[in-house]
């Protein structure tokens, strides 16, 4: 589904205390709030009034139906009037959908003539989002609480990235993954409990062989060939005269892609140990496919590639970009300090800077031919580098804040598409703190996803999550991550 075809469930808390006047007042300004917030244009979903909820039945009542529809991602719950919430306890337990309190108020100010003690009556939020707020932090519920006027735009602004972070749980819990090959040999961090990936996230990772994508890339015809050719052509500057190479990898991308909607996949990895019958390791097929969408990790990296994906899918429509990154290498010039991120190939061309150019060169391992990929500068602004690693019995989301620049040398011999970057808070803290909290080298860069839309769907997958920030230091980091540890023993 794409993120616009999401719906949000506005419901409005009340009784029956105040008479039918005070409720149909009530869900008036709620329809009336429902159709503003999408005629304002700042939510990329639309917000559905369901219902002014006076009893615990109805409150069951439309969680149960919001649990079954596809379509609903989330609830919005706002309490315009008080609502006692012993009546929200059945319904808020057996809500499975992201959860936001939206703490607002129909009327932006106090109107001095106007206030008397039936305004008193009909605008209560004030004390009912506090009653509502007690019994989701009683129920220890994950949730997303927003405090703002319902018609500012930086309030629906964080309303609309909540709603990103929620409509990508749906994503999550729908994503197939597919593995070409096995993890690299010895790797640690690419490993990973698949079982307790699922049950947490949803992701369905399971294995095809690459001999099936080699007989799907010998399947593909000239005409297709020529047509993505076309394509190519149009789109990145040709810099090379080894046609033959680029051929190959617009089949590899052809047959990747049919394998890929064939089994309802939007993530794919592969290894340059396991590549037996293939010409090159997909380099421009894999960056291609990434900027459909697709998440990819290199050697057998499912976490990192499935990730990829989410953050795809959370930041649909946005224009910063996202790519699969390694940490490569580092410029520790005193004062200067920055990290250089690549791959062998496989960066996706959603974050360059300007058009990007083909070009084919030796990659020095794996023993195949010289594969195609294309090259570029990452642009820059502000962005952060998340990574998912498997800490034993828990996932853990590690995010870190980086200020990508525009690279501070050409380096014309190093045949890859790079992004340079100012890690926080500094580049010797902020490894100091990655390392601390075993981050691993494969990330997801994002210039679109916020640390707060990541952190929201950590907190909806009830996974760990783990923030570093220009304000973070190693100390105070090693502790947080101490009492996280026996936190999450006792879950
Ligand atoms: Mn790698």
């Not at 105040?18 to 009530?26: A, D, M, Q, R, S």
């Not at 040999?185 to 990772?205: F, S």
């Not at 679109?448 to 304000?471: G, S």
């Amino acid at each position: 589904m794409q993120l616009k075809e999401y719906e949000f469930w506005f419901v409005v808390g009340s009784q029956f205390l105040y008479g039918p006047e005070v409720l149909k007042t009530v869900a008036a300004r709620a329809e009336e709030m429902a159709s503003k917030m999408n005629e304002s244009g700042a939510l990329p979903c639309k917000v559905v009034y369901k219902v002014t909820a006076k009893t615990p039945e109805e409150i069951t009542e439309v969680v149960k139906e919001a649990n079954y529809q596809d379509a609903c991602a989330g609830v919005i719950a706002w309490m315009h009037t008080f609502s006692p919430s012993k009546m929200w306890i059945d319904g808020l337990q057996k809500l499975q959908k992201p959860y936001c309190h939206f703490a607002t108020q129909y009327n932006r100010t106090i109107p001095n003539e106007e206030i008397d003690m039936d305004f008193m009556n009909l605008n209560q939020a004030a004390h009912g989002d506090r009653e509502h707020g007690f019994i989701a932090a009683r129920l220890r519920m994950p949730r997303k609480v927003i405090m703002g006027y319902w018609q500012d735009e930086d309030v629906l602004a964080r309303l609309g990235a909540w709603m990103r972070s929620a409509a990508a749980v749906a994503f999550s819990k729908s994503l197939k993954v597919m593995r070409f090959g096995d993890n690299m040999r010895n790797v640690a961090v690419t490993e990973g409990d698949k079982v307790e990936t699922q049950m947490k996230l949803g992701w369905q990772v399971n294995t095809w062989p690459v001999g099936a994508l080699v007989e799907e890339i010998h399947a593909v015809t000239e005409e297709e060939t020529d047509a993505l050719m076309t394509e190519y052509e149009s789109l990145y500057d040709m810099a090379t005269e080894n046609l033959a190479a680029v051929r190959y990898q617009a089949k590899a991308e052809i047959a990747m892609k049919k394998m890929l909607e064939r089994e309802g996949c939007k993530a794919f990895s592969n290894t340059f140990e396991d590549l037996y019958g293939m010409e090159q390791l997909p380099g421009l097929a894999s960056q291609r496919l990434m900027a459909q969408g697709y998440g990819y990790g290199g050697e057998g990296d499912w976490k990192v590639s499935a990730l990829t994906a989410v953050i795809k899918a959370m930041t649909e429509g946005m224009t910063g970009g996202s790519a699969f990154m390694e940490d490569y290498t580092y410029h520790l010039e005193n004062g200067n300090e920055y990290s250089l991120g690549a791959h062998m190939l496989e960066v996706c061309p959603s974050v360059a800077a300007a058009r990007p150019r083909i070009e084919v060169h030796p990659l020095g391992i794996g023993g195949k031919g010289d594969p195609a990929r294309l090259v570029f500068e990452g642009h820059a602004g502000k962005a952060c580098v998340v990574s998912l690693v498997d800490m034993g019995g828990r996932l853990r989301m590690i995010c870190q804040d980086i200020e990508a620049v525009k690279p501070i040398m050409d380096m014309p011999n190093l045949p890859v598409a790079r992004v340079m970057w100012r890690a926080m808070p500094d580049l010797r803290t902020g490894a100091e703190c990655w390392i601390l909290a075993g981050g691993a080298h494969h990330t997801v860069l994002t210039y679109d996803a916020t640390p707060e839309m990541l952190c929201d769907w950590a907190r909806m997958m009830e996974i760990e999550f783990v923030h570093i920030t220009k304000d973070t230091t190693p100390d105070a980091l090693e502790r947080e991550l101490f009492l996280n540890d026996l936190a999450w023993k006792l879950k």
